[in-house]
């Protein structure tokens, strides 16, 4: 009932605090990370421990210095959902600038896949989705532990009637009916489900839990993949989706070398923006038999 309150509580005051223009509310959401950075340290020192696994040509205070900025991010994320929860169409297109060809998938006759890695701007990717174009999107999506969250996102994300979204815990087969039909299917590709259906394929040279689904799936339904990346625009400014070329080479017919890509071209899209990666998901937590584990007891 506590865990309830707190987070009814907590909505209330993402939802009282939308309607401010965006460079105020980045500002409070600046504060909101500073805040994070200080408390949240168990996530502070995954954030720190990737970094150093993945960007080890840096100095420990250029690592420091990246994580202060991804919280200073990911605060301003947090209080931002309520503006892409809750404005208006209208604001939420002022504020979302799309690059690229996101009306391919309404001209192409194949299904299409979106992949999307886990930048901090990826719900704004979602709403451009269903703002700037007509085709149902689906997605796969990862329960929350606290109902009133739970619902409170997937309202958010589902507000336009455009989309429909399947349990990871489900069977795949609602999902591949969905895309059969002609929904677009928006992936979040790289995050560490563990070793069912996937391969430990080099991610910034560490062995890393990559699915494979993607590249099966998408060979399998004859799939067109287009790759996706939000970002988050400085002093309240918006945010910036890009839909880039779709791949034309990719899926082939060597899931692992498809993973391989896949992460290549993750890797190169960090590199550009290191700050708005999730860097506090435990990317490296599945480890290969035998070998221990790289977070420490944090």
């Not at 503006?83 to 060809?101: H, K, M, T």
């Not at 590199?271 to 708005?276: D, I, S, V």
């Amino acid at each position: 009932m506590l865990a309830d309150l707190g987070a009814r509580l907590l909505l209330g005051l993402v939802w009282l605090l939308h309607p401010l223009p965006l460079p105020l509310l980045a500002a409070i959401g600046d504060g909101l990370g500073w805040l994070l950075y200080s408390l949240a340290g168990a996530r502070r020192r995954v954030a720190l421990r990737n970094l150093e696994l993945c960007l080890p040509g840096l100095s420990e205070a250029e690592r420091r210095a990246i994580v202060r900025q991804h919280f200073l991010w990911l605060g301003r994320s947090l209080l931002e959902r309520g503006v892409l929860w809750y404005a208006s169409p209208d604001r939420l297109r002022r504020l979302i600038q799309v690059e690229g060809d996101i009306g391919f998938a309404e001209r192409t006759d194949r299904p299409v896949m979106w992949l999307v890695p886990h930048f901090i701007a990826m719900d704004a990717a979602g709403m451009a989705s269903q703002l700037y174009q007509k085709r149902l999107v689906a997605t796969i999506y990862q329960a929350q532990s606290n109902p009133v969250f739970d619902r409170a996102i997937r309202h958010g994300r589902l507000r336009f009637g455009q989309g429909t979204v399947f349990s990871r815990h489900d069977s795949a087969l609602p999902l591949v009916r969905a895309i059969k039909s002609g929904h677009i299917f928006f992936n979040l590709p790289d995050m560490d489900f563990g070793t069912r259906d996937a391969a430990f394929v080099p991610f910034f040279g560490v062995p890393a839990a990559t699915l494979l689904a993607p590249s099966r799936m998408a060979r399998s339904l004859g799939m067109v993949v287009q790759p996706v990346v939000a970002e988050m625009l400085p002093g309240g400014q918006g945010y910036r989706v890009r839909f880039e070329p779709p791949w034309t080479d990719w899926p082939s017919d060597d899931p692992l070398a498809d993973a391989r890509r896949m992460n290549e071209w993750i890797e190169r899209e960090i590199r550009r923006n290191p700050t708005q990666y999730l860097w506090v998901h435990k990317r490296f937590k599945t480890r290969p038999e035998g070998e221990p584990g790289l977070y420490g007891g944090g």
